[in-house]
C-alpha cells in the first residue's frame, strides 16, 4: 500500500506553495505528488490564479529528487496529443524517469468556455480521449530511426520520428479512471497501468474494480497487472477541534467530510482506509486543499502510516 498527495492548484496556488508541497510529501516519504490538471477554479475566486500543471510538473522534476510525479487527471480536450507526448516524455527525461500521466475525456464545461477550449459532447470527448491514448503510447513506442503513423479521424499522424522517448524503460505509466460502465474500464484495460476510483464509497469503488477487471478478462489480460487506487480527500486531526479548524479552512462539515472522504481522527482514518483496502485498493491519493497547511501532511505520515505497514 502507498499514498500519494494529491493537490488542487486551480483552487488558488504559486509554484512555490507546489513546491513546499512537493517537498514535505517527498521529505515525510509519501510516494507521489500529483495535482490536477484544470485552469478554473470551482469555488472561492481562485488567487493568485492558475498554473499549467505540466510546466509546473517540470519544475518540480528538477526541485525533487525521489517522488513520482503527474496528473490526476489530464483532460483530452486541453491538448493536442503529439505536443502532449513530447512534453510529458520531455519531463520523464527531466526527472530521471518518475512520471506518470493521468489522462481522461475533461468534464469542467465552465473552464473550456473561461479559456476558449472546444468542449465537444461526452461521446465525442471519448472519443477524442480513445485516440489520443494510441497515438501518445504509439509515439513513444517508436524507436529511434523508426517513423510512426496513424490512420485516425481526429488526430492522422505522418511519419512521426521515434524521438519522443520517456526515460521509463517499461514507458511511462497511465492512469485511467471514472465511473463509465463500457469505454472506461475497456481502456484502462487496454492502455492504463493504474485504474482510479475517485471521491466515491467503498461499495461503489468495488463495483467500479470489478468492471475493469471484468474488462481485462476480456482483453485476456491478467487483472493482477493493473494497480488498483483511490483518491479521497483528507482531513485528519487528532481531536475535534483540529479537526473543526481543518474541515472548516477548506469549506467543508466535519460530519460530511466523515462520510465521503479520509477524516476524523488517525484510528478512524485508518479504518476506513481499511475498507478501501478490502476491496483490492492498493494506492491511496489523499486530496490535501488547504496547502498552506504542511503539518497536515506530516502528520498522516506519522500517525497513520506507521499503523497500516
Keep these: 500500500m502507498d499514498f500519494r498527495i494529491f493537490t488542487e492548484p486551480q483552487q488558488g496556488a504559486t509554484y512555490d506553495d507546489l513546491l513546499a508541497v512537493a517537498r514535505v510529501t517527498e521529505s515525510a516519504g509519501y510516494d507521489g505528488f500529483f495535482r490536477s490538471d484544470h485552469y478554473l477554479h470551482m469555488s472561492g475566486d481562485g488567487v493568485p490564479g492558475p498554473t499549467d500543471a505540466w510546466i509546473t510538473l517540470a519544475g518540480l522534476a528538477r526541485d525533487t529528487s525521489r517522488i513520482r510525479l503527474g496528473t490526476l487527471v489530464t483532460a483530452a480536450t486541453f491538448r493536442l496529443p503529439g505536443p502532449l507526448a513530447v512534453a510529458v516524455a520531455g519531463v520523464d527525461q527531466m526527472s530521471g524517469g518518475r512520471v506518470e500521466l493521468g489522462l481522461g475525456a475533461g468534464w469542467f464545461e465552465a473552464e473550456h468556455a473561461a479559456y476558449g477550449i472546444p468542449f465537444p459532447d461526452v461521446k465525442d470527448r471519448f472519443d477524442l480521449l480513445e485516440e489520443q491514448l494510441a497515438v501518445i503510447t504509439g509515439l513513444w513506442a517508436t524507436p529511434p530511426g523508426e517513423t510512426w503513423s496513424h490512420d485516425g479521424s481526429h488526430y492522422p499522424i505522418v511519419d512521426a520520428p521515434g524521438l519522443v522517448q520517456p526515460a521509463q524503460a517499461g514507458g511511462i505509466p497511465i492512469i485511467i479512471g471514472g465511473s463509465g460502465k463500457r469505454r ?3 481502456l484502462a484495460a487496454r492502455y492504463a497501468a493504474e485504474f482510479n476510483s475517485a471521491f466515491t464509497s467503498p461499495e ?7 468492471g475493469v477487471r471484468a474488462a481485462c478478462e476480456d482483453r485476456r489480460r491478467d487483472p493482477a497487472t493493473l494497480v488498483l487506487s483511490a483518491a479521497q480527500v483528507l482531513c485528519l486531526g487528532a481531536d475535534e477541534a483540529t479537526l473543526r479548524r481543518r474541515a472548516d ?5 466535519v ?5 465521503n472522504g479520509f477524516a476524523g481522527s488517525p484510528d478512524e482514518i485508518v ?10 485498493t492498493t494506492r491511496f491519493y489523499l486530496q490535501v486543499l488547504d496547502l498552506s497547511d504542511l ?5 498522516f ?4 502510516v506507521p499503523q497500516l505497514s
Excluded: Q
Excluded at 461503489?204 to 470489478?210: F, G, I, S
Excluded at 479552512?249 to 462539515?253: D, K, L, N, Q, T
Excluded at 505520515?301 to 497513520?304: E, S
Design 271 to 280: 479504518d476506513r482506509i481499511g475498507r478501501f483496502a478490502e476491496v483490492g
Design 184 to 186: 472506461t474500464p475497456a
Design 255 to 259: 460530519d460530511e467530510l466523515r462520510e
Design 249 to 253: 479552512a477548506i469549506g467543508r462539515e
Design 204 to 210: 461503489r469503488t468495488a463495483e467500479l474494480y470489478a
Design 295 to 299: 503539518d497536515h501532511i506530516e502528520e
Design 301 to 304: 505520515a506519522a500517525t497513520v
